[in-house]
């Protein structure tokens, strides 16, 4: 399965990277990492369920039906 969105799109970026002067007085540092967008089951009115991102949740976007 995807990790994205179906319905706005949102899928992964990368984030948290470090300046040069950051690297340069940590002893170890780490460069960006992918960050994932927060996908949970969600029911569509037919009665099946899909993985939607949080904000399409509380929008209510899962329960219009599309004509």
């Given amino acids: 399965m995807a990790k994205t969105c ?3 799109n949102k899928g992964t970026i990368m984030g948290g ?3 040069n002067r ?3 007085t940590k002893f ?3 460069g960006a990492k992918r960050k994932y ?3 949970q089951w969600a029911p569509l ?3 099946s369920r899909i993985k939607l991102c ?3 949740i509380k929008a209510g976007k899962n329960t219009v039906t599309t004509k």
């Fill in 45 to 47: 009115p037919d009665g």
């Fill in 6 to 8: 179906p319905i706005c």
């Fill in 54 to 56: 949080t904000k399409c």
């Fill in 37 to 39: 967008p927060n996908l």
């Fill in 22 to 24: 950051v690297r340069a």
């Fill in 17 to 19: 990277g470090y300046s």
């Fill in 28 to 30: 170890n540092p780490t």
